[in-house]
């Protein structure tokens, strides 16, 4: 049974940071693509980053690449998100989901990050 838990939200001001972790349990987190997925209020999920499970790769959206940074820990079973240079459109419930199902409901209940200007 796959469960992921997020941590490390808060509330920041604009040009702030928080990093972001998820723990991964109940499953091969290692050989999973893993994905970091945000709810803006009001708002439908985005996509914003993924990593490959062996490579490393990653991928970002548009609005968050050059400021965010995912990153992964196999031997820990965690995930990261490092956000640099919030803005006040970052504000969103983040959740770490996995890349099983193409609509992200392979997720954690999520972390809230606000950022006030």
């Known amino acids: 049974q796959v469960q992921l838990v997020e941590s490390g939200g808060g509330s920041v001001q604009s040009g702030g940071s928080l990093k972001l972790s998820c723990a991964a349990s109940g499953f091969a987190f290692s050989t999973y693509t893993m994905n970091w997925v945000r709810q803006a209020p009001g708002k439908g999920l985005e996509w914003v980053s993924r990593?490959?499970?062996?490579?490393?790769?990653?991928s970002y959206a548009e609005s968050v690449k050059g400021r965010f940074t995912i990153s992964r820990d196999n031997a820990k079973n965690t995930l990261y998100l490092q956000m640099d240079s919030l803005k006040t459109e970052d504000t969103a419930v983040y959740y770490c989901?996995?890349?099983?199902?193409?609509?992200?409901?392979?997720r954690g209940q999520g972390t809230q990050v606000t950022v006030s200007s």
């Open positions: 989901a996995t890349s099983r199902f193409t609509d992200y409901s392979d």
């Open positions: 990593i490959r499970p062996s490579t490393l790769s990653t």
